[in-house]
């Protein structure tokens, strides 16, 4: 017997899998009545919680231990990491890869294709606990097939371009130009995307 909670008006489509000490519904604090939809062949593993008010499209994939906060609008073919963090009103276009341990924060878009690696870290709040900080929050933008690697961290405000590639470990201060790659602290231009190789011989 399943142990997983629906709350409120959840709407599941064909072929859901939802696994164990799943909670799906939850009305935030500020909420009111919202609709969740969950789209068709979704897998919602162990122990995700999903609020309530989010769009979700088909063959959506959740990790262990993901947290989805309220109003998000989510496209098909994603997949979130295990305990990854996405905050609310984000936007995730189809086919995103969200890996493990990512935190993605309010008002980010993240576009066809987009991949983050593991334990990379979007940030909004550009001096937080300031006062109007909560009036001021920039989401950041990634663009369609972006590539951030893993452990990098993305300040406030900040334009991933198409087909660009972010370093591992990298800290992004400054707009990232369409088919580029950057790495460091802070991240720097270093190539163009088709530039890259991965050693394979014809």
Same mark, same amino acid.
């Given at each position: 017997m399943s142990s997983y909670r629906l709350i409120g008006n959840v709407k599941l489509g064909k072929n859901v899998?939802? *696994?164990?000490?799943?909670?799906?519904?939850?009305?935030?604090?500020?909420?009111g009545e919202l609709?969740?939809?969950i789209g068709d062949n979704s897998i919602i593993r162990s122990h995700t919680t999903i609020?309530?008010?989010?769009?979700?499209g088909n063959n959506f994939m959740t990790g262990h231990g993901t947290r989805i906060r309220e109003l998000n609008?989510? =496209?098909?073919?994603v997949s979130i990491g295990t305990n990854s963090v996405i905050e609310h009103h984000v936007t995730i276009e189809d086919g995103v890869r969200i890996h493990s341990q990512v935190f993605? #924060? *309010?008002y980010s878009v993240l576009k066809k294709g987009a991949w983050i690696g593991p334990r990379a870290v979007l940030t909004n709040a550009k001096y937080p606990r300031y006062p109007g900080?909560? *009036?001021n929050l920039e989401g950041v933008i990634v663009e369609e097939n972006a590539k951030i690697g893993a452990n990098s961290t993305i300040l406030p405000g900040i334009r991933i371009g198409k087909n660009a590639v972010v370093g591992a470990g990298s800290v992004v201060t400054k707009d990232v130009e369409d088919n580029t790659v950057v790495? =460091?602290? #802070?991240?720097?231009?270093?190539?163009?995307? *088709?530039?890259?190789?991965?050693g394979v011989k014809e």
């Open positions: 899998r939802i *696994e164990d000490y799943v909670i799906i519904g939850i009305v935030p604090n500020d909420g609709f969740t939809e609020y309530a008010g989010n769009i979700i609008r989510i =496209g098909n073919d993605i #924060p *309010e900080v909560k *009036e790495a =460091g602290n #802070p991240a720097r231009f270093l190539k163009y995307a *088709e530039e890259l190789s991965y």
